[in-house]
């Protein structure tokens, strides 16, 4: 059976969720770890950015929820950053990696409950098996990627996506403060 564009989020959100597990339960292996969750939540969010958001919003009829997904996207951007710049041996570790935690958390929850339901509803299963190919090429490209390391062209799909305006102008460095500031939750 072809991959369904749901599924796939599902399934990157469920291998967030273990990472978290063993971020928690295994604080020797975070120099490792830490690499690969921060590389799997940056691709998973910029493809989500680039090919599902704009879907979901004008073909689902999810328009609100993608923009307030966005700005949790945003605000998990600014956390990651904050969680990579924290030695892993520090007390304040666990303080950075549960705020994520929770964010994270709270974001898959609305997402599988109000965005992904909404696209399997309202989108055929050959548009959610063409997304999952765009997803999969996007999320593909997009590995490597740190928080905050952003094209000016992603940073406008943010703010298009958390309907955020007059930003088309706008240099790089003034967008990135825009959608950042407009962005916190």
């Known amino acids: 059976m072809p991959a369904d564009v749901v599924d796939l989020i599902m399934q990157d959100h469920r291998e967030v969720e273990r ?11 975070r120099p490792t770890l830490l690499p690969v969750l921060t590389t799997l939540l940056t691709a998973h969010s910029r493809a989500e ?4 958001y704009p879907v979901a919003a004008s ?8 923009s307030h997904s966005q700005q949790e996207h945003i605000e998990a951007d600014q956390l ?16 950075v990696l549960q705020n994520l935690v929770d964010a994270i958390s709270h974001h898959v929850e609305e997402e599988e409950t109000k965005v992904l339901p909404g696209m399997r509803a309202n989108l055929s299963a050959q548009r ?9 090429a996007s999320r593909a490209q997009h590995l490597g990627e740190q928080p ?8 406008q799909q943010q703010a298009s996506n958390a309907d955020i305006s007059g930003t ?17 939750l």
Do not use: I, N
């Open 128 to 136: 959610r098996t063409e997304l999952a190919d765009a997803f999969a």
């Open 49 to 52: 950015e680039a090919e599902v």
């Open 168 to 184: 088309s102008g706008l240099p790089k460095d003034e967008l990135k403060k825009k959608v950042e500031s407009e962005g916190d």
């Open 148 to 155: 905050g390391d952003m094209t000016r062209d992603q940073l």
């Open 80 to 95: 990651l950053a904050k969680l990579a710049e924290t030695d892993p041996a520090s007390a304040g570790f666990d303080k």
């Open 19 to 29: 990472l978290f597990d063993e971020l928690k339960d295994h604080p020797e292996k």
């Open 59 to 66: 073909e689902a009829g999810e328009k609100e929820e993608v």
